[in-house]
């Protein structure tokens, strides 16, 4: 392949990423998938083998947003974690984790909080939810745990706002397999000086 057509495969793919990014900050899309594929199309992109990764969409999002929300982007990011750390506290037992928009900063006014509960005991939270009234959804969620394919609980609650707050549910021992990095999980006192910052 001649140097000229892999530049242009690169800007290409930076192109994809900055309209992916655009279209999740004003579009109010969530899934990085449907936004790079969007983006392919609206940019004649055919070649869709070099669409970009999530990250460099995720990279994209925060310069949109620095650039063209940076009135509105803290508030509403504030908003979110804040959220995320009532939760968080109000489900200290189970050892929750922040992940996903909310924690990288890349969220937005539709973004879903994500957190991970750890609990060898299944019902654990689902009666922990029913004891305290909470309104949920539940479902399964497929996660890889310690290199298998494992089905664990979720639930989904809803706040009169519309904001959810996604929860899966994953054993305790997975809470000490080693994958949980700073920059992509953070534990109550993680959020904590996150927000005092």
Do not use: C
């Amino acid at each position: 392949m001649s140097k000229e057509n892999v530049h242009k495969r690169d800007l290409m793919r930076e192109q994809l990423a900055h309209q992916a990014a655009k279209l999740m900050a004003e579009g109010g899309i969530t899934d990085h998938a449907f936004a790079k594929r969007k983006a392919a199309r609206q940019l004649g992109a055919a070649d869709t083998q070099h669409l970009p990764s999530n990250q460099e969409v995720d990279e994209a999002l925060h310069s949109y947003r620095a650039l063209y929300q940076h009135d509105s982007h803290p508030g509403i990011l504030r908003q979110l974690r804040e959220e995320a750390l009532a939760a968080m506290r109000l489900l200290a037992e189970f050892n929750p984790y922040l992940t996903g928009s909310v924690l990288s900063g890349t969220a937005g006014v539709h973004s879903d909080i994500n957190l991970m509960l750890f609990s060898d005991d299944a019902k654990a939270v689902l009666l922990f939810l029913l004891k305290h009234n909470l309104e949920f959804e539940d479902g399964e969620w497929i996660v890889r745990i310690g290199g298998h394919e494992e089905t664990v609980p979720s639930y989904t609650m809803t706040a009169d706002s519309g904001m959810q707050t996604h929860i899966i549910v994953l054993p305790e021992n997975a809470r000490y397999s080693g994958s949980r990095h700073p920059e992509t999980h953070a534990d109550i006192a993680a959020v904590e000086a996150l927000l005092a910052s």
